[in-house]
Antibody
């Protein structure tokens, strides 16, 4: 079965960097677009970034554009989110999510990893 | 950016009652709308995709309808385990993908 496991979250000071990872198994990772979605404490879901199946296309939410970079390593079945210049408003649970076929909605999600930006 | 507005914010009903949740889009999304259920401490779970298609393993009491700008998620007969937050999401025109603000369903 599909499994997505995020790691790399933690407490980080404003202005610092953090890299999240999402290990994938149970499906052909290189055949699917992938996304990061976040959820601030007590708030709703916010889409963060997308990467195409071969890594050739990337899209970002305006709130993270220029600060976050999504990437993937298909031979390692791993998705990444490099987060630079972190702000308090980036505090959230970050989920990786697999596209449903060729479509940008999400049957499969990881369990999430918490990023807390605080001095 | 397409804005999705969900109503009501909270729905409080008894087991066996019918729940009707609304999602309105700021412009047409065709049928490209999904619904998710999220329980505390858990990742969202896909319930409905393309407005009216139940995802694998989703009970038949969950149904979706609508097209264009107005969509409805109906839970025909509430079970205690249906207590959760429910979100809609559009994939018609992105980036950005957008989610609604959520509806909380409480079981009395």
């Amino acid at each position: 079965q599909v499994q997505l496991v995020e790691s790399g979250g933690g407490v980080v000071q404003p202005g610092r960097s953090l890299r999240l990872s999402c290990g994938a198994s149970g499906f052909t990772f290189s055949s699917y677009g992938m996304h990061w979605v976040r959820q601030a404490p007590g708030k709703g879901l916010e889409w963060v970034a997308h990467i195409s199946l071969d890594g050739s296309d990337e899209y970002y939410a305006d709130s993270v554009k220029g600060r976050f970079t999504i990437s993937r390593d298909n031979p390692k079945n791993t998705l990444y989110l490099q987060m630079n210049s972190l702000r308090g408003e980036d505090t959230a649970v970050y989920y990786c999510a697999k596209e449903r076929g060729d479509y940008a909605d999400f049957r499969s999600w990881g369990q999430g990893t918490l990023v807390t930006v605080s001095s | 950016e397409i804005v999705l507005t969900q109503s009501p914010a909270t729905l409080s009903l008894s087991p066996g009652e019918r729940a009707t949740l609304s999602c309105r889009a700021s412009q047409s999304v065709g049928s490209y709308l999904a619904w998710y259920q999220q329980k505390p401490g858990q990742a969202p779970r896909l319930l409905i995709y393309d407005a009216s298609n139940r995802a694998t393993g989703i009970p038949a009491r969950f149904s979706g309808s609508g097209s264009g700008t107005d969509f409805t998620l109906t839970i025909s007969s509430l079970e205690p385990e249906d207590s959760a937050l429910y979100y809609c999401q559009q994939r018609s025109n992105w980036p950005p993908l957008t989610f609604g603000g959520g509806t909380k369903v409480e079981i009395k």
